[in-house]
Nanobody
Framework: QLHLVESGGGPVQPGGSLTLACAAS????????IAWLRQTPGRERAGISS????????NSADSVKGRFTISRDNAEKMVYLQMSSLKPEDTAIYYC????????????????????WGQGTQVIVSS
């Protein structure tokens, strides 16, 4: 079975920081591109950040550039999303997703057709 499990969500004040983690198991992690996406009630999921299989290439949506950083540890099968300068509009359920990728580049933030998804972790940015 293929599993992605997110953790690290919770409440945070505006301007604060939070790091999300995604633990993978059950597949060859090193040949999958990984992404973080988020969804708010009544809206479709939106890509936030993605990372290539090796970690050498990343891609981020304009809304989070300069504030969010994606990284991965292939040996530990982990992906992280470091979030800083958080805003109330960052409130959402954050999902980790994966897809097998032959090329070593990060999918664009508009790409949503990931093959595997985690259950999500909620982030609430509020004072």
């Amino acid at each position: 079975q293929l599993h992605l499990v997110e953790s690290g969500g919770g409440p945070v004040q505006p301007g604060g920081s939070l790091t999300l983690a995604c633990a993978a198991s059950g597949f060859i992690f090193g040949n999958h591109a990984i992404a973080w996406l988020r969804q708010t009630p009544g809206r479709e999921r939106a890509g936030i950040s993605s990372i290539s299989p090796s970690g050498g290439d990343t891609n981020s949506a304009d809304s989070v550039k300069g504030r969010f950083t994606i990284s991965r540890d292939n040996a530990e099968k982990m992906v992280y999303l470091q979030m800083s300068s958080l805003k109330p509009e960052d409130t959402a359920i954050y999902y980790c997703a994966a897809i097998p990728y032959e090329d070593d580049y990060a999918p664009p933030s508009s790409f949503l057709e990931y093959e595997y998804w985690g259950q999500g972790t909620q982030v609430i940015v509020s004072s």
